[in-house]
């Protein structure tokens, strides 16, 4: 069955199931798995019997065999009653400061363009006047100190939303957005009109990240400066939009514990209750992180404490909260988008790269569109000039497991006996984490999960294979790219060679 969900008017989603669950609440999980939800949600369908109108869903009968649209509604929780004293103070207060309820965990997707927010009524009055003068006589606003901080608090405000620590390209997008909006904030002295705001919005970045740090933030005070050896900066590396979220209000990191304990005594048992480690995994998700972001522990030992991380299903749920994008769904239609335009560009470079001539010839037994993926797949390595021994290494099923995985620190097992592939397994730290998987594709699709899960950095030798794999065919982060797959996302979208 294949879904649309509506989550917001900026969110909307495509996602698509090959079973259809056998009750409501198994949809439900499924879909809070798919979609990175948290807490408690409404679904309604669009029902053809008042016009295609929203209903809420209530039986799994009333919607469509093939296609749907569903839209998610998230339920609030309910906020104690506002006497009329609060609402007084409440209006009163500074339009600049925020509030927790404005203050995501969650990071949202970079907005293009970047949506300058209104500030206070009195600055925006200001504003209008000058861009009013502007238009006349081109005259510039001569703005105030106090005027311009709370300009610049607004915008770190807005910022923070979607990144804690914003590129170099990002800041030159709002700064841009801003005098593109407000013309009369051009600054005379500069060609482009707006260099000094770039630079007093890093100040003001910093200066807000640190408010934030000293109140508490997970994601601010693992960066805490101390007197030791200066420190690796841990943050969001590969476009993560939840890269380290606070613990859920009303948990507390014992409660969270006691979760982590009681999914490893689930995953002991011969059924698994799916059902119930699913909902503890979306639960203990901040814990989880903090772990792996703060002390950085070998794979051995998350697997250990987190078992169920290194299942299919749980890998794909953990990648949609880390990036708010469905793993396998999303991988296979980039790949599929680029498809024959992957192997025209093979071909011309097959004179010259041997092993492409060879990789392209396994398309002449059998030219489906699994095999062309797969090709593509194990192309990728060469036709970026990488080395491919690095991602995919062929293994005997006479070997041991230390042999097969001895030497392989991130990559592919291709496990075979004589001429036959039996299966492929994702291999870490020289270790097997997932095996019995059923084609090189979806074995890619899971090792790409679990770097993002396990916050491992890309390996060196394959750099620019896994950026493409991310930027182009997952399109997480697409808008930075180094210059080399740049140049192929460029070739990819043209028309001819």
């Known amino acids: 069955m294949l879904l649309r969900v509506i989550l917001s008017k900026d969110d909307i989603r495509k996602i698509h199931t090959d079973s259809e669950p056998e009750t409501l609440d198994s949809f439900h999980s499924f879909l809070k798995c798919k979609l990175g939800l948290h807490g408690d949600f409404v679904v309604q369908f669009q029902d053809p019997d008042f016009g295609n109108e929203f209903c809420n869903l209530t039986s799994l009968s009333e919607l469509p065999k093939e296609k749907a649209t569903l839209k998610v509604i998230l339920k609030q929780t309910p906020e104690s009653p506002r006497t009329d004293s609060t609402l007084d103070t409440a209006s009163l207060s500074s339009p600049s400061s925020?509030?927790?309820?404005?203050?995501?965990?969650?990071?949202?997707?970079?907005?293009?363009?970047?949506?300058?927010?209104?500030?206070?009524?009195?600055?925006?009055?200001?504003?209008?006047?000058?861009?009013?003068?502007?238009?006349?006589?081109?005259?510039?606003?001569?703005?105030?100190?106090?005027?311009?901080?709370?300009?610049?608090?607004?915008?770190?405000?807005?910022?923070?939303?979607?990144?804690?620590?914003?590129?170099?390209?990002?800041?030159?997008?709002?700064?841009?957005?801003?005098?593109?909006?407000?013309?009369?904030?051009?600054?005379?002295?500069?060609?482009?009109g707006w260099y000094c705001w770039k630079f007093s919005l890093k100040f003001k970045m910093g200066n807000y990240r640190n408010k934030l740090r000293v109140s508490g933030c997970s994601e601010l005070k693992v960066n805490c400066r101390n007197s030791g050896p200066k420190q690796k900066l841990k943050k969001a590396k590969k476009a993560e939009v939840s890269f380290l979220p606070d613990i859920p209000e009303g948990k507390t990191q014992n409660v969270l514990e006691e979760e982590r304990a009681a999914i490893v005594a689930e995953m002991k048992k011969k059924k698994v209750d799916w059902k119930k480690v699913t909902d503890m995994m979306a639960s203990t998700f901040s814990l989880r992180r903090k772990e792996i972001v703060e002390q950085q522990p070998l794979v051995a030992e998350v697997k250990a404490k987190w078992p169920a991380l290194f299942t299919d299903k749980q890998i794909e749920a953990e990648f949609a909260r880390l990036t708010s994008t469905d793993l396998w769904d999303t991988f296979v239609s980039g790949l599929d988008q680029y498809l024959e335009r992957f192997l025209q560009m093979y071909k011309a470079k097959s004179h010259c790269i041997q092993t492409l001539s060879s990789l392209l010839s396994l398309l002449d037994d059998d030219n489906s569109v699994q095999k062309k993926r797969a090709v593509i797949l194990r192309g990728l390595p060469h036709f970026l000039r990488e080395d491919p021994s690095k991602l995919l290494k062929t293994a005997e099923t006479t070997e041991s497991e230390e042999q097969m995985a001895k030497g392989v620190n991130i990559g592919i097992l291709l496990i075979q006996e004589e001429e036959d592939v039996l299966d492929f397994s994702v291999v870490l730290e020289e270790q097997i984490v997932l095996n019995g998987i059923r084609d090189f594709p979806h074995a890619v699709a899971m090792l790409v999960g679990l770097l993002f899960a396990l916050n491992i950095d890309y390996p060196k030798e394959l750099r620019y294979t896994f950026e493409v794999i991310q930027k182009v065919l997952l399109n997480i982060g697409g808008e930075q790219c180094s210059a080399r797959v740049h140049g192929l996302r460029n070739r990819l979208l043209c028309k001819t060679l």
């Open 98 to 192: 925020s509030s927790l309820e404005d203050t995501p965990t969650c990071r949202r997707p970079w907005p293009d363009p970047f949506v300058i927010p209104k500030f206070s009524y009195d600055v925006e009055l200001k504003l209008k006047r000058g861009n009013e003068a502007f238009q006349e006589n081109g005259t510039l606003l001569n703005i105030s100190k106090d005027t311009k901080s709370e300009i610049l608090d607004k915008l770190a405000e807005e910022m923070y939303k979607y990144s804690a620590y914003p590129s170099r390209e990002r800041y030159d997008l709002v700064a841009q957005s801003l005098v593109k909006k407000h013309p009369c904030l051009r600054e005379p002295g500069s060609v482009k």
